[in-house]
């Protein structure tokens, strides 16, 4: 009778407790193993896409050199300095600012050597990023043109070369060439220990390698060995372009405006090493799992197959008027186990939400942040004073360049000071002056700006950049072509209710269509990495700060106006 019970009792619990856990364990295994794998290639990819976005920069240097130089009057200067030997003053002056603009590119990339700008001329001359003009035969680098010669626009050339005459060493360059249709090239020299400084701070894997390939060939590779495009030959089986073979998992990214394809190869050993861990652990634990529940099955069944012994003992003992043996009595906690775990699910239950309330909060004051520093310009003020300093040593007097830099300078000033605090209407307006006359210079005065600030409101505050992007979307989408009765109306008034701001223009407008998607859009905002983020920006911030005590209202008639209206509560303090 004992023994039946005991394996009643073992098999029943045995069978209980394991199949819970290999459920778990298996469901756990479906799930984790993907989403390893899908963390290991999203790893890779971020690889990939770093190493793209970097080389996509230094293609950008290069439009911006042939952007400055391709203009027409720009062309034919620096072919008249190209052509002679001697300059008058004005070639002096064009081709050494057209040398400083580069040199300032160089110094603010720390990977680029130097920039060469040429086009076709009777000397065969070069100008230097230095502010050297070179021949071909005389310069130290003189095999450069036609080392880099190729028919396409963009073009990358990895070669060696002397720049310097102080330096006795050739050196490992990647120069990006581009040419227009009309002679004009713009090569930049990247030094190739910048592709070992990206690779080093991938923290690559033990065993990964990554390259990068122009039209097959290999330009850089991580390892240093060239050599290596073997590796890709075998079967690989490709998807997303992923590919997986017997002893390598390969991923591999295309830009097609660079031409260039880059490709991470890990050993299979290293790239599903966690997945071979967890899988492991996950084993190791079932196993000692499937152990301790036997060994406590066969404890408790012993027990209870004891305890219903002594009990069917007993009855028969009772039954058949023998001396009655002594019940062994099993000692349980279970109420107390009970009222000790249901004190600590309310706890961690408390604990719980006030945790979350605290983070809620902590994500809105963060997006609250990031949506402000989302409309500050980053760029160097210092930088700014310089070329105000030296345009007005070159004109020797203050010109109407000196007061656009000035005028971009307190902007800027303006934009980086406490950008969390609320400002008066008076220094909002006054900053976005500066921001509407630079416009109106870039745009040959072809609009104007009204303002009809009220004096009851210039001591209001509100939040910073409000008034600019507004202003900029009149210019942006506003503006249709030569027209020169342009104009844009900003309106602040101030009443017992709160503070109005209009900013209407006479510009292109919207259609009934076009307006009913821009308010419904207003409350689709996709994050911090959206293209156009005036309008869905501004609105994101004051729903942040004011919730619902805030109205901003858009209206547009075809052809005639486009207007915003916001409503903010009073404040001034």
Not at 32 to 58: C, D, V
Not at 456 to 484: W, Y
Not at 501 to 526: C, H, K, P, W, Y
Request: positive net charge; aromatic residues 10%; hydrophobic residues 40%.
């Amino acid at each position: 009778m004992q023994r039946k019970i005991f394996y009643t009792y073992f098999f029943r619990l045995l069978v209980l407790s394991l199949l819970p856990i290999i459920l778990l364990t298996l469901v756990y295994l479906s799930v984790s193993i993907p989403e390893q794998k899908e963390a290991l290639l999203e790893e890779g990819r971020n690889n990939l896409a770093l190493i793209q976005e970097n080389i996509s920069l230094l293609l950008n240097d290069s439009t911006k050199i042939m952007s400055l130089v391709y203009t027409a009057p720009n062309m034919y200067m620096l072919s008249q300095v190209l052509d002679k030997s001697e300059h008058n003053y004005m070639e002096y002056i064009f081709y050494k600012q057209l040398a400083s603009q580069m040199n300032s590119i160089v110094n603010l990339r720390d990977y680029i050597d130097s920039i060469y700008v040429y086009i076709p001329n009777n000397r065969e001359a070069f100008l230097t990023s230095q502010a050297n003009i070179f021949t071909l035969y005389g310069a130290m680098d003189r095999n450069w043109l036609s080392a880099c010669a190729g028919g396409d626009n963009y073009r990358l050339i990895k070669r060696q070369a002397n720049l310097f005459a102080f330096i006795t060493a050739s050196r490992d360059y990647l120069t990006i060439i581009e040419e227009n249709g009309k002679g004009l090239v713009v090569a930049v020299n990247v030094m190739a220990s910048y592709f070992k400084r990206i690779f080093e701070n991938l923290n690559l894997k033990q065993g990964q390698k990554i390259m990068i390939l122009n039209r097959g060939a290999v330009l850089f590779s991580s390892d240093g060995n060239y050599d290596n495009t073997g590796l890709l030959d075998g079967p690989y089986s490709w998807g997303n372009a992923v590919m997986e073979g017997r002893h390598h998992l390969v991923l591999r990214s295309f830009s097609h405006n660079m031409g260039l394809e880059f490709i991470s190869l890990v050993p299979s050993s290293v790239a599903y090493a966690g997945i071979y861990k967890l899988f492991a652990v996950f084993l190791c634990t079932a196993v000692v799992c499937i152990l301790t529940t036997v060994v406590y099955s066969v404890h408790y069944a012993s027990r209870m197959a004891g305890q219903l012994s002594s009990i069917v003992e007993l009855m028969e003992a009772a039954s058949r008027n023998r001396p009655l043996p002594e019940v062994r009595k099993l000692k349980n906690d279970v109420y107390n186990y009970i009222l000790t775990n249901m004190m600590q699910t309310f706890v961690q239950n408390d604990y719980l939400k006030l945790s979350l309330n605290e983070r809620r909060l902590r994500a809105i004051s963060l997006e609250l942040s990031a949506l402000q520093y989302q409309m500050q310009p980053h760029f160097l003020l210092n930088t700014l004073q310089m070329i105000n300093f030296e345009v007005l040593r070159i004109s020797g007097k203050p010109c109407r360049a000196n007061e656009m830099i000035e005028g971009l300078s307190r902007f800027l000033q303006y934009s980086l000071k406490a950008p969390d605090h609320d400002v008066r209407v008076e220094e909002e307006t006054e900053a976005t002056r500066y921001y509407t006359i630079l416009m109106e210079s870039r745009y040959g005065n072809r609009f104007r700006v009204n303002w009809e600030i009220a004096k009851a409101a210039l001591s209001c505050r509100m939040p910073k950049f409000v008034l600019q992007p507004l202003i900029e979307n009149s210019i942006r989408h506003g503006m249709d072509g030569e027209r020169e009765d342009f104009f844009i109306e900003v309106i602040i008034h101030r009443d017992a209710s709160g503070l109005g701001i209009i900013v209407r223009d006479n510009g292109r407008g919207l259609g009934s269509e076009q307006m009913t998607a821009l308010r419904m859009s207003l409350m689709d905002f996709s994050g911090f990495n959206e293209k156009h983020i005036g309008l869905k920006n501004i609105f994101r911030r004051l729903n942040l700060r004011y919730e619902k005590d805030f109205k901003l209202i858009l209206n547009s008639e075809p052809g005639k106006n486009f207007s915003v209206y916001i409503r903010l509560p009073l404040s001034e303090f």
